[in-house]
């Protein structure tokens, strides 16, 4: 694999990602800013497939756009498979919404810590398996949890918690940035236009960043297998 990274390298090299080709984030940008038509989002997601196919396949480049049917499809993967694992964090939000609870309300803060723990719970096992996914090109792959934890043990809990301790914290981070500009834009009496750009300028930024991240993080843990024999 060729990427045993230190901890700070490993941010440090998915931060700073996305901008080694400003044309492709661009590109990026618009597959995003056109998502209300459908197509371009499974487009975008399809995108995060690849930057972790060539991140786990040694690559320090972003990988092309073409092929766009292969594209889809691949987006198609990454989309059903958050869908899916993201049934925990709905069946929750469904419980606060049908709550008579009014410190249990969605806009909460107790509802917000609860479901950004459940999150953090569904991640451990999501990001791997996404990633596997990837590697082995099956859908089913995403279910191969027998790997996914062989793969954590070979990282280690400690170490493999406390990069997705930071990863979360950094995307919440960026989630609170964002959410600054785009209340500064609107109380500026700015066109939604340029508040919604704002939104997903975030949205491509952080699914090429998580794409990345998780590549890195896959061939940190599968290096641990190939030693072992794997």
């Given at each position: 694999?060729?990427?045993?990274?230190?901890?700070?390298?490993?941010?440090?090299?998915?931060?700073?990602?996305?901008?080694r080709?400003?044309?492709?984030?661009?590109?990026?940008?618009?597959?995003?800013?056109?998502?209300?038509?459908?197509?371009?989002?499974?487009?975008?997601?399809?995108?995060e497939?690849?930057?972790?196919?060539?991140?786990?396949?040694?690559?320090?480049?972003?990988?092309?756009?073409?092929?766009?049917?292969?594209?889809?499809?691949?987006?198609?993967?990454?989309?059903?498979?958050?869908?899916?694992?993201?049934?925990?964090?709905?069946?929750?939000m469904?419980?606060?919404?049908?709550?008579?609870?009014?410190?249990?309300?969605?806009?909460?803060?107790?509802?917000?810590?609860?479901?950004?723990?459940?999150?953090?719970?569904?991640?451990?096992?999501?990001?791997?398996?996404?990633?596997?996914?990837?590697?082995?090109?099956?859908?089913?792959a995403?279910?191969?949890?027998?790997?996914?934890?062989?793969?954590?043990?070979?990282?280690?809990?400690?170490?493999?918690?406390?990069?997705?301790?930071?990863?979360?914290?950094?995307?919440?981070?960026?989630?609170?940035?964002?959410s600054?500009?785009?209340?500064?834009?609107?109380?500026?009496?700015?066109?939604?236009?340029?508040?919604?750009?704002?939104?997903?300028?975030?949205?491509?930024?952080?699914?090429?960043?998580?794409?990345?991240?998780?590549?890195?993080?896959?061939?940190?843990?599968?290096?641990?297998?190939?030693?072992?024999?794997?």
């Amino acid at each position: 694999m060729g990427y045993e990274m230190n901890f700070g390298k490993v941010f440090k090299d998915a931060l700073v990602y996305p901008f080694r080709n400003i044309n492709k984030f661009l590109i990026m940008l618009a597959l995003n800013f056109g998502s209300f038509l459908i197509i371009p989002i499974f487009m975008a997601s399809g995108y995060e497939f690849r930057i972790i196919e060539s991140t786990i396949q040694g690559s320090n480049e972003l990988p092309d756009f073409s092929k766009s049917g292969d594209l889809i499809s691949q987006g198609f993967k990454i989309i059903a498979a958050s869908i899916i694992y993201g049934i925990p964090s709905y069946i929750v939000m469904f419980a606060l919404i049908i709550s008579r609870n009014p410190d249990l309300s969605v806009n909460g803060v107790y509802s917000t810590i609860i479901l950004a723990f459940i999150g953090f719970l569904v991640n451990i096992v999501f990001i791997l398996s996404i990633v596997n996914m990837v590697a082995e090109n099956r859908f089913g792959a995403v279910f191969d949890f027998k790997i996914v934890f062989q793969l954590i043990k070979n990282l280690g809990w400690g170490r493999y918690l406390s990069y997705l301790v930071v990863y979360s914290i950094i995307i919440e981070i960026l989630g609170l940035i964002i959410s600054m500009i785009f209340t500064h834009f609107m109380n500026m009496g700015s066109t939604f236009l340029i508040a919604f750009l704002v939104i997903m300028l975030h949205n491509a930024y952080v699914l090429m960043f998580g794409g990345r991240f998780s590549g890195l993080i896959y061939s940190n843990a599968a290096e641990g297998l190939e030693m072992e024999g794997r």
